[in-house]
């Protein structure tokens, strides 16, 4: 099973796709993770990836595609791939479908994660993570049971995006409408696009994700 998590930033790709991971033993492959950890590391690629994502704008399609071809080459063949955050553009989508082909798998879904573009500065705004294991957590919304713990692995360490910032995340929305959005009807035309309301409760899309993986 291949699938695609779309969405604009704050959608709730990255939650979803950690639902899944531990639900169906799927692997995640986020680009923007990838770029992240390459930007810790100080790698080439991180050198190049770390202005860019701070002014929330995209990082070549050739840099994410060649972090995504090398990722998929080395995973199991039966262990199912969800793509999050990537692919961004057209380009993407094609290159994606050549590295699938490449590796002998098929995309099964493309499931679009539906928000209300309001919402989501507060959304983001408002997301923090575990600076030891990375468990997801939100001010307001998601918050850990005990208040400066993280509920996975007990740490009080937390680290928040630097681009999960007002300014940067209307950037981050305007390249997903100008370049992203744009590759739906590619998908749509196969047949294979479902759109899930983001705006639900976790556990209501993390739901509906599930009986779309069974349809
Ligand atoms: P994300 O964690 O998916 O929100 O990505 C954070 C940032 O990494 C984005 O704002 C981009 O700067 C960069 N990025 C992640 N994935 C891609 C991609 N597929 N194409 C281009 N840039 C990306």
Redesign the pocket.
């Known amino acids: 099973m291949n699938i695609i998590l779309l969405g604009p930033?704050g959608a709730g790709k990255g939650t979803q796709s950690a639902g899944l991971v531990e639900r169906h033993g799927m692997r995640q492959l986020?680009?923007?993770?990838m770029?992240r950890a390459a930007v810790k590391a100080g790698t080439p690629v991180g050198l190049k990836?770390k202005e860019?994502?701070e002014r929330?704008?995209?990082?070549s399609?050739e840099i994410?595609s060649d972090l995504i071809d090398a990722e998929l080459a080395a995973m199991a063949p039966e262990t199912g791939a969800i793509f999050?955050?990537?692919?961004?553009?057209a380009a993407?989508a094609d290159a994606l479908d050549a590295i699938l082909a490449k590796n002998g798998r098929a995309l099964d879904h493309v499931i679009e994660l539906e928000v209300d573009e309001d919402a989501l500065v507060e959304r983001i705004t408002g997301r923090f993570s575990c600076a030891k294991c990375g468990a997801l957590y939100h001010d307001t919304a998601n918050p850990p049971e005990t208040e400066g713990v993280c509920d996975a692995c007990g740490s009080t360490e937390f680290k928040r995006r630097p681009?999960d910032n007002e300014e940067t995340v209307r950037t981050?929305m305007q390249?997903y409408r100008a370049k992203t959005a744009p590759i739906l009807p590619g998908y749509e035309a196969r047949g294979i696009v479902s759109r899930i309301d983001g705006m639900a409760a976790i556990e209501t899309v993390a739901g509906q994700i599930d009986a779309i993986l069974r349809s």
């Open positions: 930033p986020s680009t923007g993770d770029l990836a860019v994502m929330g704008e995209l990082v399609d994410v999050d955050g990537y692919p961004r553009t993407q681009d981050r390249e």
